[in-house]
């Protein structure tokens, strides 16, 4: 496994991360000791950063990787969390004492006193550009209830204004073979000014897996279902805002690009490690239903690809999304 050091963190990470949103809720039901399986298998296979949001199953999440942490007291696991989104969207309810309030959730669910990187969870664009935010953030890393903080963006533009901020250590952005506006601007800023990058939703919602038909149904209570046109949150936080019948034809070209580049790596893995290979990206952090899904994910932090994909892979991207994706996030 490939390690990184995390942006202004200091800390050094897995370039392969673990997403644990659908451990929470959001795909399905995933039970308690399948969810503890997949933490196991991750961390057997190299994996040291787990990224949560407090919402995830209103606390789940956090509460299952606070049992795994209790149960791997010495794993040197960094932990992401997230906070802001447990109410109505307004930049008013970014304040200092609802910060306090999150935070102490996220440690009392953790069973940490301090939180390794606390992500401002896409707040309204306002928000990256009013200084009481960050103030009231430098407050607790002072007090010590947080050891460092950073954002989750939906845009390239919130993003940059992040990165120009001194004292945040990270951006997440929504960055895959199918999503490349990131590349223009933000990984080079972000590098430039020694913030990490999490790469989030890097298989677009597991249409960068190639196993998905347009015939494929998701359950009820799946994002893939109920947010497919943006009815409850981004649009662009499922499938990366790709129309889906779209997606499946360029996901087809893909695993073809894919085929030709790893003859010993599946179609996923090939786009965990291609993002996992531009300059600038800190960690990737791929989520995982089952033990052996953490595990062949986790395998693509050791994967080398020829030029030759990131070539195809702009190709495609200009041919099939440019027009519809770029403009917008």
Known sequence: MQTRVLGRTGRTVSVIGLGTWQLGADWGE??????????????????????TADVYGDGRSEALIGRWLREHPDS???????????LP????????????????????NLGVDTLDLVQLHCPPTVVYSTDRVFDD??????????????????????????????????????????R??????????????????????????????????????????DHRTYNRHGESFDVG??????????GVRAAGEFAELARAAAVHATTAQVALAWIAGLPGVSTVIPGARSPEQARANAAAGSLALPASLDEGVRELYDRELRAAIHPRW
Request: charge should be negative; aromatic fraction near 8%.
């Open 30 to 51: 995933v039970d308690e000791a399948d969810a503890l399986a997949v933490l196991d298998a991750a961390y057997d296979a190299g994996v040291t950063v787990f990224d």
């Open 76 to 86: 040197g696991v960094t932990v992401a969390t997230k906070l802001g989104r447990r």
């Open 237 to 246: 936080e499922t499938f990366s805002g790709v129309d889906y019948a779209t």
């Open 137 to 178: 953030l430098d407050t607790l890393v002072a007090e010590g209830a947080i050891a460092n903080y950073g954002v989750s963006v939906e845009t390239v533009e919130e993003a940059l204004t992040a990165i120009a901020r001194p004292n945040v250590a990270t951006v997440q952005i929504i960055l895959n073979a199918f």
């Open 89 to 108: 969207q307004e930049p008013e309810n970014y304040s200092m004492a609802n910060f306090r309030a999150w935070t102490d959730r996220s440690r009392a």
């Open 180 to 221: 490349l506006k990131p590349l223009d601007e933000v990984l080079p800023a972000a590098e430039a000014a020694g913030v990490g990058i999490i790469a989030r939703v890097p298989l677009a919602s597991g249409l960068l897996s190639g196993r998905y038909t347009l015939d494929t149904t998701f359950a009820a209570n």
